[in-house]
Nanobody, 130 residues
C-alpha cells in the first residue's frame, strides 16, 4: 500500500527554520517525481518544489526559491523540504506528493497524467509567528 507521511512541522518565529520530512512506503520514490505543496486557509494549493525522477533535477517555486530546498534520500525512501528564513505568510499545511511513475514535475504540478494516479500525504502544519 502506497503511503506518504509528512513530519517536521511546528511553530516557529519569523526568521526561523524547519526541515520537513516525507517518508514513503509501498514504493521506491527514486523512480517517481516527488513534490511539496502547501495550502493556507482560504487559499488554493500552491506548488513549492519538486525533484524529478528522470534526472534528479530540482525545481523550486519563484516565491520561495531563495529560502526553500528540496532533497531526497533514496536509501531512506524519504524526501525533505528545508525551510529557511520563515515568514508569517509561510503558515500553511504542507503536503508531499508522488506523481505516477514516469511523470514529470510539470505533470505533478498540473495533476495531468497520461496514466496512473498521484499520491498525497495528509500534511504537516507549519505556523510562523511574527
Amino acid at each position: 500500500q502506497v503511503q506518504l507521511v509528512e513530519s517536521g512541522g511546528g511553530r516557529v518565529e519569523s526568521g526561523g527554520s524547519l526541515r520537513l520530512t516525507c517518508a514513503a512506503s509501498g514504493f521506491s520514490l527514486e523512480h517517481y517525481s516527488m513534490g511539496w505543496f502547501r495550502q493556507a486557509p482560504g487559499n488554493e494549493r500552491e506548488g513549492l518544489a519538486c525533484i524529478s525522477s528522470a534526472d534528479g533535477r530540482t525545481y523550486i517555486s519563484e516565491a520561495v526559491k531563495d529560502r526553500f530546498t528540496i532533497s531526497r534520500d533514496n536509501a531512506k525512501n524519504t524526501v525533505f523540504l528545508q525551510l529557511n528564513s520563515l515568514r508569517p505568510e509561510d503558515t500553511a499545511v504542507y503536503h508531499c506528493a508522488a506523481a505516477p511513475e514516469g511523470a514529470s514535475c510539470d505533470a505533478l504540478y498540473a495533476r495531468r497524467y497520461h496514466n496512473g494516479v498521484d499520491y498525497w500525504g495528509k500534511g504537516t502544519t507549519v505556523t510562523v509567528s511574527s
